[in-house]
């Protein structure tokens, strides 16, 4: 009889273990929290007070919430006006309506500031003022 103390004592705990296991299953299964992906994105166009693009014109992106580049948190993003005065911005994020400001600068113009939310997009055309001399 007492050769058979060790296999129930085993027996016990293999069943704690299990009871253990599932009472972890059924807790996370009741806590799932769903998560919705959303695209953060930011297009704009830049152009002189006569509708020229400017090419080549700085951009500050500044995020007030949660935008990724990949798996890294964006706070700020910066990037250039391309040949037809055009940038894109495009992360994921989990929330909608994301706060942001964007600042373009570019020498011998003005810098212009625009504020927004996203998603949904964020579609500007900036109209970059000369510097007066």
Request: contains cysteine; glycine residues 10%; aromatic residues 6%.
């Amino acid at each position: 009889m007492i050769a058979c103390r060790p296999f129930l004592a085993a027996r016990h705990h293999l069943q704690l273990l299990a009871l253990g296991c599932a009472l972890l299953v059924l807790g996370c299964a009741a806590r799932r929290v769903r998560v919705h992906d959303y695209m953060f994105g930011v297009t704009d166009l830049v152009t002189a007070e006569d509708d020229t693009p400017i090419v080549g014109a700085e951009v500050t992106l500044e995020v007030n919430g949660p935008v990724y580049e990949a798996v890294t948190l964006v706070r700020t993003a910066k990037g250039s006006t391309n040949s037809p005065g055009r940038f894109v911005f495009m992360c994921p994020s989990h929330e909608r309506g994301v706060k942001y400001s964007l600042t373009v600068r570019k020498e011998g113009f003005e810098p212009q500031t625009v504020l927004g939310g996203a998603p949904p997009d964020g579609h500007h055309t900036i109209l970059m003022k000369r510097v007066s001399s």
